[in-house]
């Protein structure tokens, strides 16, 4: 249950940034959920790693390399 709230919620997320960022396009609900979907999927395989790697760095910067991994994660999924 909680996996597909999670799936909703990115979902969602997707549909914002479409509606509030210029550039950014997404035809319907489904599509931000597919775009979810896919997001997720490159955070629980790829950034797992990358945030287990890059864990020292990560701590010394308090977080910030985190963020940029996600980051990283959408414009690969893009």
Do not use: K
């Not at 979810?36 to 950034?47: E, L, M, S």
């Not at 890059?54 to 893009?78: Q, Y």
Request: charged share 5%; hydrophobic share 70%.
């Amino acid at each position: 249950m909680r996996l597909i709230i999670e799936i909703l919620l990115m979902g969602i997320a997707v549909a914002v940034a479409a509606y509030i960022l210029p550039g950014v396009g997404v035809d319907n609900f489904w599509s931000a959920i597919i775009a979810g979907i896919f997001i997720a999927f490159a955070n629980a395989t790829i950034g797992t790693i990358l945030r287990i790697l890059t864990f020292p760095i990560n701590f010394l910067t308090l977080g910030l390399v985190s963020f940029i991994i996600t980051v990283l994660m959408v414009l690969l999924v893009d």
